[in-house]
């Protein structure tokens, strides 16, 4: 395969910049043996960006890249298709710690977008995740370090970062979730089932399992999984063939309570994680087969219940994702028995109930993220039982049209850092009812109506380590956000306005010394953004979504003014124009 001239720089510049750095400081002899590396490469980036991770990995020594360079020659000097084995080589120099996180991208879909969240809790279930005796670091902080790693070494692709770098959700590139599969076969890691076998006749002798077909009959699941799975991920619609067989709502099955899938979960007795995706449909509740599985740490189940009295049987378990019901739920009050719980997702407003006997009085000292919780269950209580939270989610509960707005006060939860709220159109005013903890670093509210803007100001501006505020399909009482010189957000960093009767916005760049991005959606009647935010030195972008025409034309002029002075930092995106 012939590079052109042009296109050959491209992939010798690519090279260079993963392995040296913009400036391709490199040692003069390493130019010639790296473009005859980058020549091998057949012209593929994603395999330049491989070899570039593992070049940056090894000594820069001629003898070295040299080794590299014959190891290329051997797999793909004439077959780019053998591709497959020069994305081994990245994997196969990797430290022992690593390979099972890498392996267990193979467990998810094609282009599946993993949340880093529930990835890393994955790989503690799963026991991928070590730490020495006196680490100062928590299993979360090495798993993110694992991360770090596999991304830089181009293994692992993160998909969506956050404004700081931090990485939201990652994947595999189509090519390396090949290679991932053959590798996880190959080394009896975990079997995956991406075709639907009519009559399986052999059980796989591996302890992780993905079922990812279309649909899949539960009768071949005892065909298949040995006794001593530890993992199950599925993707695939459950097909019973026996009675009762399953209604549907939508194009979703419920699932009645089945003898077969009791039969067959009751015999998974050293299962960590099972994790059922609501792509299968959902079970019309709780199965309660699932608590006698006393060795799980991970569970992810859609339903239509409340949880059982029962999930208490648990007491190993991690994380718990419920999702499939979208209204209230009520979770059962010996919940506050299992100590181990770290990770609580609901998809609607859940009632908790206080712990009110001295058995449970002790709470969930390891609970780092709690959501969705419903607003009439943060009481004092239920706060100093979770006194380690770092992440909440809460909404107003769904059925209660007669709700007025109490005091919330959050200033016990000195480790929270994250904090989103869900209003509702109807009711009043509920900034001034929230006590938040300094602690706090990201607030999102949403729906939160008939308050004043100078509520926010003196609300944000008593929560020092704020770095991001995002306020969405809020109708304030005032179309004017005036903020004086004492008015100082002095940790934002990131500012989001959606959907907003905002008008006039008066402020400098005094208000906001440290915002580096901007985001402004939907907000139609917004005339400009303040002209003095190109004074803001450490803003690199304003980005705006179905605004007015005027915002638009003032976040250009922003830009211009700055480019005239010099300043290339600052960039300017618009989507869905209204001049278009």
């Known amino acids: ?72 020659s051997e797999i793909i000097a004439s077959n780019p298709n053998k591709c497959l084995g020069v994305l081994g080589l990245s994997y196969y120099h990797l430290p022992n710690r690593l390979k099972p996180c890498f392996l267990s991208m193979s467990s998810f879909p094609e282009d599946f977008q993993v949340v880093t969240r529930r990835l890393i809790q994955l790989w503690i279930a799963e026991g991928f995740i070590r730490t020495s005796v006196g680490s100062p670091k928590s299993l ?41 599969l053959i590798e996880a076969e190959m080394t009896k890691h975990m079997h995956v089932q991406r075709t639907h076998p009519i009559l399986p006749t052999q059980k ?8 990812q077909t279309l649909s899949y009959s539960v009768e071949n699941w005892f065909k298949i999984i040995l006794p001593v799975a530890r993992s199950i991920h599925l993707f695939s619609r459950l097909h019973l063939l026996h009675k009762p067989r399953h209604k549907l709502l939508g194009t979703f099955p419920i699932y009645h309570r089945n003898p077969i899938i009791h039969g067959f979960f009751s015999r998974l007795n050293l299962l960590r994680v099972l994790a059922i995706f609501n792509t299968i449909g ?57 100590k181990n719980l770290r990770y609580i997702r609901l998809k609607g407003p859940s009632y908790l109930p206080s712990p009110r006997t001295e058995s449970l009085v002790t709470g969930m000292p390891n609970l780092e993220e709690l959501s969705i919780l419903c607003y009439t269950s943060c009481t004092n209580e239920v706060s100093s039982g979770i006194p380690n939270l770092k992440r909440l989610i809460i909404s107003l509960p769904f059925n209660d049209t007669k709700f007025l707005y109490r005091l919330l006060d959050m200033s016990s939860l000195t480790k929270l850092e994250t904090f989103k709220f869900y209003g509702s159109p109807y009711l009043g005013d509920p900034i001034k009812k929230f006590g938040f903890p300094t602690s706090l670093k990201r607030l999102s509210l949403s729906k939160c109506n008939h308050f004043v803007w100078a509520d926010i100001s003196s609300t944000v501006m008593m929560l020092p380590n704020l770095e991001e505020l995002k306020l969405k399909h809020c109708r304030t009482s005032n179309d004017e956000w005036r903020l004086s010189d004492e008015d100082k957000f002095k940790s934002m960093k990131l500012l989001l306005l959606s959907k907003l009767n905002l008008e006039h916005w008066e402020a400098s760049s005094d208000n906001f010394p440290n915002l580096k991005r901007l985001v402004l959606k939907n907000c139609y009647k917004m005339q400009e953004i303040p002209t003095d935010f190109g004074e803001i030195c450490t803003l690199e972008s304003i980005e705006l979504h179905d605004c007015s025409t005027t915002a ?19 960039k300017v995106y618009i989507r869905n124009s209204r001049r278009e």
């Open 1 to 72: 395969m012939q590079i052109e001239p042009f296109e050959f720089r491209k992939r010798w510049k690519l090279l260079c910049d993963k392995v040296f750095g913009p400036k391709h400081d490199h040692p003069p002899a390493l130019e010639e043996i790296g473009k005859e590396i980058v020549g091998k490469c057949q012209g593929l980036p994603l395999t330049i960006s491989v070899i570039a991770g593992h070049l940056s990995k090894v000594a820069r020594t001629l003898e070295g890249w040299k080794d590299v360079a014959r190891t290329l």
């Open 140 to 180: 979360e902080e090495v798993a993110e370090h694992y991360l770090e790693d596999l991304i830089s070494r181009n293994l692992i692709q993160a998909r969506k970062r956050r404004f700081n770098g931090e990485i939201k959700a990652c994947g595999v590139h189509d090519l390396l979730r090949e290679f991932c």
């Open 204 to 211: 796989h002798n591996v302890r992780h399992f993905s079922f």
């Open 282 to 338: 959902y079970f019309e509740s709780f199965p309660l087969v699932i608590t006698k599985l006393f060795h799980l740490r991970y569970l992810q189940v859609p339903f239509y219940a409340n949880i059982p009295k029962s999930i208490s049987k648990l007491q190993n378990l991690q994380t718990l994702i419920c999702s499939g019901n979208y209204f209230d739920i009520t979770l059962p009050e010996n919940i506050w028995m299992m």
């Open 552 to 570: 638009e034309d003032s976040a250009r002029k922003i830009v211009q003014e700055q480019e005239d002075m010099g300043n290339n930092i600052l």
